[in-house]
């Protein structure tokens, strides 16, 4: 096939219109493009999803970074509440369990997703470091 072919069987060259091919361009030719054209568009694809997952790692750890601030501050804010019970009402057992309680529930809450928000934190500045 060194020639010049047609699409459709007859003897008339005629361009590709859903590949973009060239009248004057032999199909090897026109192949050997489409190949480079498309591995350029893999490749420009293959870096906009690595910058989309980059964007999406970046929003949850900012969503976990928000949510520890906001359970350890309500943490702090129920062993306040606790303390105040306590201080206020100390004839009332049952309130300042309730308060205590509460405060510990929310600490452990904190305990178990801060881990997971400070490693995060260190394998950014790791990255950073290595840049």
Known sequence: ???????????????CPFAGRRPDETLHAFLLRRHQEMGDEITALEAMGERQAAML???????IAH??????GQAWIAAAVAGLFGI???????????AVALASMIGGICLVRLPSALWHMLERIRGWRRR
Request: glycine share 8%; hydrophobic share 40%.
């Open 1 to 15: 096939m060194n020639g010049p072919s047609s699409l459709n069987g007859s003897h008339r060259l005629q361009a």
């Open 67 to 72: 949510e520890c601030t906001l359970l350890v």
């Open 88 to 98: 206020l009402r100390p004839d009332d057992w049952l309130g300042l369990v309730i």
């Open 57 to 63: 790692w970046a929003e949850q750890e900012a969503r």
